[in-house]
């Protein structure tokens, strides 16, 4: 018994100094192009650029194979924004991925809603909860307004409505390690 539990703490002690290293290892360079890119924009991951999400479009527009013209949430601004960064000139919004349209946000209809949890699967910011055949809700600070959530809705009974504010997302807040000093 004495040998499992001193085999099962050095595999946890042994996997806690892996991810340790690993979450220095891999934290993300935040003055690299493609995290001041990602930062430009307005982080809907809509998908309507044509990439999965925000990050993805700002690795390819970084890397020279997207346009900055192609995200319709961050509009004519958005792509100003992104061609001071890139010091490029600006062009117009791609109309063929949709059009600039003033912040949203998704709301159930409680009523009309038979929780089949399709709005939950779609949804790319987990902004909304329910259990099956429950009825389901937005959770309105994390909706960003990516519309997402509308077509495998079988009862059409999400409405997007005016949000008062443009969706801003949160920031992280880093998780301080502590250091050990030795002594002697």
């Known amino acids: 018994m004495l040998i499992a539990i001193s085999v099962l703490t050095a595999l946890v002690m042994l996997l806690g100094a892996g991810l340790l ?12 192009l493609t995290e001041q890119i990602n930062a430009v924009l307005p982080q809907t991951q809509c998908a309507q650029c044509g990439y999965p999400g925000c990050r993805p479009y700002a690795q390819a ?3 020279g194979q ?7 949430p961050g509009g004519e601004e958005g792509v100003r924004a992104l061609a001071d960064l890139l010091g490029v000139e600006p062009k117009p919004l791609d109309a063929a991925r949709g059009e600039h349209k003033p912040p949203i ?8 809603c038979i929780g089949c949890t399709l709005c939950i ?5 987990d902004a909304i909860i329910g259990a099956p055949k429950l009825m389901h809700t937005v959770i309105e600070s994390e909706c960003t ?9 079988p009862v059409d009974c999400i409405d997007l409505v005016a949000r008062p504010q443009p969706y801003v997302p949160p920031k992280p807040v880093p998780i301080p390690v502590p250091v050990r000093i030795r002594t002697a």
């Open 21 to 32: 290293w690993a979450g220095k290892r891999l934290t993300p360079d935040e003055t690299s």
């Open 61 to 63: 527009i970084a890397d």
């Open 66 to 72: 997207a346009d900055i013209n192609q995200c319709p």
């Open 105 to 112: 946000v998704a709301l159930i209809d409680e009523e009309r």
């Open 121 to 125: 699967q779609a949804c790319p910011v």
């Open 145 to 153: 307004g990516c519309e997402l959530c509308l077509p495998p809705c």
